[in-house]
T-cell receptor
């Protein structure tokens, strides 16, 4: 069974700062997921990646398959980026078995 | 498209009562999932359905049953609710048969068991 660890658990930064959230997992996977949960509770998929790097606006996700490690970066952070960011991996590495999740990083961006 | 919908949004039960949480998706997705989210524990997989007609246990299946009624609908039943089942329940779906694609989440159901 895959184990997912995320750090930091809490992060407070000033508007404009470069943000990095780290994720590691224990079992080789088909793809890693990054999710965002806003204060209202809704969960949105940000990225699903199996190699290299993906970029969407100011968000960048990278993965190193050999080291079983992924990072989520936010450039030019803004208060609207304040949310919980969650890393997730397939429970048994791949296929149809659903996801297992990190405990999330609670990010607050202050104006 | 409504995406993934869940009913009810909020429910209060007494210990021992039963209820069914409903989930439906209109994206023609093949795989569907039920998760629960608890403070300090994160999201955990309860049950999943890789395709219509199949269901499998996840990490925390005890006390729950599921039914994949058709391709659109996947319900979660609590036969005899316990306070430990107080949680927020999320349904999710993914297009790829056998899972593995980006997951789309419903808005969640907040359940309080007294």
């Amino acid at each position: 069974k895959n184990e997912v660890e995320q750090s930091p658990q809490n992060l407070t930064a000033q508007e404009g700062e470069f943000i990095t959230i780290n994720c590691s997992y224990s079992v080789g996977i088909s793809a890693l997921h990054w999710l965002q949960q806003h204060p209202g509770g809704g969960i949105v998929s940000l990225f699903m990646l199996s190699s290299g790097k993906k970029k969407h606006g100011r968000l960048i996700a990278t993965i190193n398959i050999q080291e079983k490690h992924s990072s989520l970066h936010i450039t030019a952070s803004h208060p609207r980026d304040s949310a919980v960011y969650i890393c997730a991996a397939p429970l048994f590495g791949g296929g149809a078995d659903g996801l297992t999740f990190g405990k999330g990083t609670h990010l607050i961006i202050q104006p | 498209n409504a995406g993934v919908t869940q009913t009810p949004k909020f429910q209060v039960l007494k210990t021992g009562q039963s209820m069914t949480l409903q989930c439906a998706q209109d994206m023609n997705h093949n795989s569907m999932y039920w998760y629960r989210q608890d403070p300090g524990m994160g999201l955990r997989l309860i049950y999943y359905s890789a395709s219509e007609g199949t269901t499998d246990k996840g990490e925390v299946p005890n006390g729950y049953n599921v039914s994949r009624l058709n391709k659109r609908e996947f319900s979660l039943r609590l036969e005899s609710a316990a306070p430990s089942q107080t949680s927020v329940y999320f349904c999710a779906s993914t297009a790829m048969a056998g899972g593995g694609g980006a997951q789309y989440f419903g808005p969640g159901t907040r359940l309080l068991v007294l």
